[in-house]
């Protein structure tokens, strides 16, 4: 149990201003009426220069018109080695940043399945569209069921693909209920030794925790741009093949973009050499214009400083935990070790969607739920302050201690 005086408000400012990446939040767009918002982990706020680039190239558009795809039509590969470079440790020519997390987990299973006998391995709590992609590949899709809370090891992932008999492991590298963090290296060569292509799922991790896609041994890995890494709202996702699989591998979308000679206009599919043949139609310009600027902030900051801070906030989102909520009913569901743990503290009680809607409309504080009884408590390391646990915290204690949350009602909505 911590002390009093370390759970007083005067201790979280004092926390903030002493916080050597303070300055990152004077780079983000603010509302004049703030609500503390603690869910970075499902859609990042606007930087600055996000707004002004996506303005910017509203200006192209009018005054370029279709000249513009002169400048335009690298920008998916030139995205990709930047954010490769800052985010994912990995070299350049392996990421592309185009359609969507779903369209990109498709395109590398299938990819990794074809000519390859086998089952597919995933996680029993894996997120739904990552579940629902890999069912609809008609393959045996075994849901590993990991003996804690957390995430599965590597040991456990051995024992699945002990058999000879699986061709792809995907899983989450964090969680997205959980927020527990996968031991990536060591799954990767447990599952790499047993003869399965590894492919992960980086949408919790990119930009909040470190990333090393090279130094693991990584195979494929897909992930979006609108959480850490501020892309907006439906922002392009990105994927990562390994240098020496992409001529390997051939995407099942046979796309435009991804053809060798794209304005030959010929009859026949012709991959295209390297990662482009993982492109497939048009890709968002708009789009693309907002996400570089977070990924320049990023590196500004440093990810070694920024994944800091996330293990910073996150120790102090459990050390109020401790002191305020365990002692009145709710239960921490993320791991206690900030090496096992993402950017996000999962806090489970049966009421989580009633305490949530009244979070939101009674308290100005800004979570999530998630199925069945999960309050989420994402700490975007860029944005959120010590201040702004501190203050989510307390209303979330406000609200259980006098029953408050009882009033809301609670008709399920469809966002949730």
């Not at 002169?70 to 185009?98: H, S």
């Not at 906030?313 to 709710?330: K, N, S």
């Amino acid at each position: 149990m911590a002390a009093q005086g370390s759970l007083s408000r005067s201790r979280a400012v004092a926390l903030d201003a002493g916080d050597p990446l303070a300055w990152t939040r004077d780079r983000f767009a603010w509302d004049a009426g703030e609500v503390v918002y603690l869910d970075g982990n499902s859609l990042g706020r606007p930087p600055r220069a996000a707004l002004e680039a996506v303005a910017a190239a509203g200006l192209q558009w009018q005054e370029r018109l279709v000249r513009g795809w002169d400048d335009w039509i690298e920008r998916p590969r030139g995205v990709g080695d930047l954010l490769a470079e800052t985010v994912l440790g990995a070299g350049e020519g392996q990421v592309l940043v185009c359609d969507s997390v779903t369209v990109n987990l498709f395109k590398l299973a299938a990819a990794a399945i074809h000519g390859r006998p086998g089952a597919i391995v995933c996680s029993a709590d894996e997120f739904p569209t990552d579940r629902y992609v890999l069912a609809g590949l008609g393959r045996e899709l075994r849901e590993l069921r990991a003996a804690s809370s957390e995430t599965p090891t590597a040991d456990e992932v051995a024992r699945a693909c002990a058999g000879g008999d699986v061709a792809v492991v995907c899983l989450s590298h964090v969680a997205y209920r959980s927020g527990g963090r996968a031991d990536a290296p060591a799954i990767t060569a447990a599952a790499r030794a047993a003869g399965a292509i590894v492919l992960w799922d980086l949408s919790h991790s990119a930009g909040s925790v470190p990333v090393s896609l090279d130094a693991w041994g990584a195979e494929l890995a897909v992930g979006c741009t609108y959480k850490y890494l501020c892309g907006g709202p439906g922002a392009p996702a990105f994927l990562y093949v390994r240098r020496d699989l992409q001529d390997r591998l051939r995407s099942p979308i046979q796309g435009w973009f991804g053809q060798r000679d794209q304005f030959a206009m010929g009859p026949a599919y012709e991959p295209a050499a390297g990662i482009e043949r993982f492109a497939a139609g048009t890709p968002p310009i708009l789009a693309l214009a907002a996400i570089e600027p977070a990924i320049r902030l990023i590196a500004e900051a440093g990810m070694d400083a920024i994944a800091a801070r996330r293990a910073r906030l996150t120790d102090y989102a459990i050390e109020l935990f401790d002191g305020w909520l365990e002692p009145i009913g709710m239960e921490l569901a993320t791991p206690r070790a900030a090496d096992r743990r993402g950017a996000h503290v999962a806090l489970r009680h049966p009421e989580a969607w009633r305490l949530c809607r009244a979070l939101i409309e009674r308290s100005r504080v800004v979570p999530d739920f998630r199925t069945p009884d999960i309050v989420r408590v994402g700490l975007a390391p860029l944005t959120t302050r010590f201040s702004d646990v501190w203050d989510g915290l307390a209303a979330l204690r406000e609200l259980l201690a006098t029953g408050a949350y009882r009033e809301v009602d609670a008709a399920p909505r469809r966002v949730t």
